[in-house]
C-alpha cells in the first residue's frame, strides 16, 4: 500500500517492567488489521516476545518491531505506523535506548495498579533528552485495584502541569471518554468539561496565533487545523505531556489511542529534527535534513539482528532519500560502496520483503558484515562526515571472564559473543592479550547470566565462567618525573633509547593526553610513536594492581637517542619505564567503579534494606514513594561501589519476599580505601619483563 513521508508515524512503546507494553503492542496491531487475533504473553505468542528465552520467562529481552497500515474508518488515505516494543527491565536497556534514535514519539506505558515507578521516571528524562515528543498511556484501567484518579495525581506531580488526559476512563474502566474534542458527560475522574477546558487552554498556550484566536472567539473559532498545529507545538515542546486510558488486553481504548497517533502524534517532518552532525575542518555541527525522497540516501542504522536464515540484519531508518533494491550505499566512510539487495520489512521475527524504504521510514537490509549500531548508510561520498548523535548508553560494568567449556570451541565462542555485542550494546566483550582471557561485561549479574543462556541455547556454546570481575581503575595522585635509559648490547647491532618524561593528574573521567615537549631533536620525530606505544602499553597493563591507568598527562620533554642502535623498540621500552618510574613517584591511586542505585523496596522491609547498603559502603542520598496505599513502596536512592554489591540480588529478594527491585547505572570512579588498595595490589603478581 503507497504511502508518503506525512503518512508515516514512528512510536516506541517503553515503561517500567510489568506496564504491558507487549500486550499493548499486540493489541495495537490487532486494532490496525495486522493481526486477525491479539497474542498472549503467557501463551508465548505474541509477535514480539518470539524467542524462546522470552516466552519462557514471560517478559521481553529485546526490541521488537511491527507496521500497521490502517485508513481510519476503512476510507481515505492509510497511515503506516511503526510500533517499536523494548524491554522494561533496566538489565536491557542498551536495545531499548537505541530505539529512541528512530521515532518521533515516545509512549511511556503505566501500569494503573501500581502508578509512577522508577523506571517511569528514568525512561521519561531519556525520552526529554532525545528531544522526542512524549505521551503517557495508563494500561490496566479496568483492574480491580487500578485508581486512575491517583495515577493521574502521580503523573502531574512527577512531570508538572502539562500531564492532561486526551480521554477519560467512564464506568470503572469499562469504557473511555475522548475530552478533548468533546465536553460533554462524565468519567471516573469527574466532569469531562472540567479536563476538556484544561487541556484546550494548556494546547493553544503554545502558539500565539491560536492564543490570541482563543481570547477572542473562543473555542469555536479556532480551525481543526490551529488547533492540530497548537497541539503539535505544544508535543514537540514538552509543554504539554497527554495521557491516553487503555486496557491492553480487554481492548478498551485501543482503537481510541490508535486514533491518537494517527492524528495527533507527529510525522517524520513535524517533529524536533533529529540531531545529525556532519563533521568539517573545525569539528562536527548541526546537520537539517528535508525528508526528500529523491535526495541522496542518509539512513541510521539503530538495531542489529544476526537471523539463522537471512544472516546479519542491519535495521535503519530513513532520513533522506529513497532505499531501493540495487541502490548503492557506503557504510560510514567505508572505501567500497554495497548494493542493497534485499530490503525487508519486520514483523517480529517474520521478514517481508520490500521494494523501497522512503524518508522517515524504518527497514533492514541484509549480509552486510560492516553493519553496525548507529553506522550511517549513505549514497554520496559527500555525506561521509554525517553520523547521527549516539544515545547516551548505560556503561556495561559487570564482569566476567570465560572460556570455552569444550576445548576446540575457542573459535565459535569468539563469533557467537561478537554476534551478542553486535545486538546489544549494553554488552561488551574485551580480550586481554597478556592474560590470554576473554571478559563479557554487561549492566548486571542476571544480564551477563541471560547472555551465558543465549550461548548455549542459540549458538551451541557452553563456557566456563569465573566470579563477576570489577572495572578498577589506576590514576596518580601528584605530579612526577620519570626517566629511563635501554641500552642492550648483543654482540651485533644494539639497542638504545632513553626518554625522561613528567606525568600530571588530570580531572576525572578527562582520560589520557599524551604531549610531545622535546626541544633540539634529543628524540627524533620519528621514533615519538614508540615511546607513545610504550606508555600506552604501560597504562594498560597498570602499575599498582594490574588495572589501566586513566586521568592523566604524558609530557615527554627530554631524551637522547644513539645514530645507530636506536630503534622504535628501545624506545618502547624506554618510554613504558620511564613512565612506570614516574607513576611509582606519583602517589598512585586505585580507582573504584561507584554506581547510582535505585532500590523499591515495601515499606515494610525499608529498614533492612537500608541496613544492607549500609553494609556495603552505599552513601543513601534520598528517598521517593512509590505505589498505592495497597502495596506501598519506597525507592531508595543511593551511590555505591559496584564490587560491593556482589550477592545484593539473591539478599535483596530474601529481605523482600521477592518484592524488592533494583537498578544501577554508572556513575562516575574515586579512589578505593587504602586497607582496600593494599589488597588488590597484594594479589597482583605483575610479571617480570627482561631488560
Not at 503507497?2 to 496491531?29: C, M, Q, S, W
Not at 536497556?93 to 494503573?112: H, K, Q
Not at 604524558?554 to 613504558?576: I, L, M, P
Request: hydrophobic share 40%; charged share 25%; with cysteine.
Amino acid at each position: 500500500m503507497p504511502y508518503a513521508t506525512h503518512d508515516i508515524r514512528n512510536v516506541a512503546l517503553a515503561g517500567h517492567p510489568g506496564a504491558g507494553k507487549t500486550t499493548l503492542f499486540e493489541a495495537l496491531l490487532h486494532a490496525g488489521g495486522a493481526l486477525t487475533t491479539a497474542g498472549s504473553v503467557e501463551r508465548g505468542t505474541t509477535v514480539s516476545d518470539f524467542d524462546p528465552m522470552e516466552k519462557a520467562r514471560g517478559h521481553s529481552m529485546d526490541i521488537a518491531i511491527a507496521s500497521i497500515d490502517h485508513a481510519p474508518d476503512g476510507q481515505g488515505q492509510a497511515y503506516h505506523l511503526n510500533f517499536i516494543d523494548t524491554p522494561g527491565y533496566p538489565e536491557f536497556r542498551g536495545p531499548a535506548l537505541s530505539a529512541l534514535a528512530a521515532v518521533e514519539t515516545a509512549v511511556i506505558v503505566v501500569d494503573a495498579d501500581t502508578g509512577v515507578e522508577h523506571g517511569t521516571l528514568r525512561l521519561m528524562e531519556r525520552a526529554k533528552e532525545r528531544g522526542l515528543c512524549r505521551a503517557i498511556v495508563v494500561n490496566k484501567i479496568d483492574h480491580e485495584h487500578a485508581d486512575c484518579p491517583q495515577v493521574m495525581d502521580q503523573l502531574r506531580q512527577a512531570f508538572g502541569p502539562g500531564v492532561l488526559p486526551l480521554n477519560l476512563p467512564a464506568d470503572w474502566g469499562t469504557r473511555v471518554v475522548d475530552c478533548f474534542g468533546n465536553d460533554a458527560g462524565d468519567s471516573d475522574l469527574g466532569p469531562v468539561a472540567s479536563w476538556h477546558q484544561r487541556i484546550l487552554d494548556q494546547v493553544v498556550e503554545a502558539e500565539p496565533t491560536a492564543m490570541e484566536r482563543y481570547l477572542e472567539h473562543g473555542e469555536a473559532g479556532l480551525s481543526a487545523q490551529e488547533l492540530h498545529d497548537a497541539f503539535e507545538k505544544a508535543l514537540r515542546e514538552g509543554h504539554l505531556l497527554p495521557v491516553c486510558f487503555v486496557s491492553a488486553r480487554s481492548g478498551v481504548g485501543v482503537a481510541e489511542l490508535l486514533a491518537v497517533a494517527e492524528r495527533l502524534f507527529p510525522d517524520p517532518t513535524e517533529a524536533n529534527p533529529p540531531p545529525l552532525l556532519k563533521r568539517n575542518g573545525h569539528g562536527d555541527e548541526p546537520l537539517l535534513l528535508d525528508a526528500d525522497t529523491g535526495g541522496s540516501v542518509i539512513a541510521d542504522v539503530f538495531k542489529i539482528v544476526n537471523d539463522p536464515f537471512v544472516g546479519k540484519l542491519g535495521v535503519f531508518r530513513v532520513y533522506q532519500g529513497t532505499v531501493r533494491r540495487d541502490t548503492q550505499l557506503f557504510v560510514d566512510e567505508g572505501k567500497r560502496a554495497f548494493k542493497v539487495g534485499h530490503l525487508f520489512k519486520l514483523r517480529g521475527r517474520e521478514h517481508a520483503e520490500i521494494e523501497e524504504a522512503i524518508p522517515g521510514d524504518i527497514a533492514a537490509v541484509a549480509k552486510i558484515d560492516e553493519v553496525h549500531v548507529d553506522a550511517v548508510l549513505h549514497e554520496s561520498r559527500a555525506d561521509d562526515g554525517v553520523r547521527l548523535e549516539p544515545i547516551a548508553l548505560p556503561r556495561p560494568m559487570f564482569g566476567l571472564a570465560v572460556q570455552a567449556a569444550s576445548r576446540g570451541q575457542e573459535q565459535k565462542l569468539a563469533q557467537a559473543l561478537q554476534k551478542l555485542a553486535e545486538e546489544d550494546p549494553a554488552f561488551a566483550v574485551e580480550h586481554n592479550a597478556e592474560l590470554n582471557e576473554t571478559v563479557i561485561r554487561g549492566l548486571s549479574e542476571l544480564h551477563l547470566r541471560v547472555m551465558l543462556e543465549r550461548l548455549k541455547d542459540r549458538f551451541g556454546v557452553e563456557v566456563s565462567a569465573r566470579p563477576p570481575r570489577i572495572a578498577y581503575r589506576e590514576t596518580i595522585s601528584v605530579p612526577a618525573e620519570g626517566h629511563y635509559r635501554h641500552k642492550k648490547q648483543t654482540g651485533g647491532a644494539g639497542q638504545y633509547g632513553e626518554v625522561f618524561l613528567r606525568v600530571e593528574p588530570l580531572p576525572r573521567g578527562a582520560g589520557f593526553e599524551f604531549v610531545d615537549a622535546v626541544k633540539g631533536g634529543t628524540i627524533p620525530g620519528q621514533f615519538m610513536p614508540a615511546v607513545e606505544k610504550g606508555v600506552r602499553q604501560a597504562m594498560q597493563a597498570g602499575a599498582v594492581s594490574g588495572h589501566p591507568l586513566q586521568d592523566l598527562r604524558t609530557v615527554v620533554h627530554d631524551g637522547k637517542h644513539h645514530a645507530v642502535d636506536s630503534k622504535e623498540v628501545a624506545f618502547v621500552t624506554a618510554g613504558r619505564k620511564a613512565f612506570l618510574d614516574a607513576v611509582s613517584r606519583a602517589r598512585p591511586q586505585v580507582l573504584e567503579p561507584i554506581v547510582d542505585l535505585e532500590v523499591a523496596a515495601p515499606d515494610a522491609q525499608l529498614g533492612d534494606v537500608t541496613g544492607s547498603l549500609s553494609a556495603r559502603r552505599a552513601r543513601i542520598t534520598g528517598t521517593s514513594g512509590s505505589g498505592d496505599g495497597g502495596r506501598a513502596e519506597t525507592v531508595v536512592h543511593a551511590q555505591v561501589p559496584l564490587s560491593e554489591l556482589e550477592g545484593f540480588a539473591a539478599e535483596l529478594k530474601s529481605l523482600t519476599a521477592g518484592r524488592g527491585r533494583y537498578a544501577l547505572e554508572f556513575s562516575h570512579y574515586e579512589a578505593v580505601p587504602p586497607a582496600m588498595q593494599q589488597k588488590l595490589a597484594a594479589a597482583w603478581k605483575p610479571k617480570q619483563e627482561e631488560d
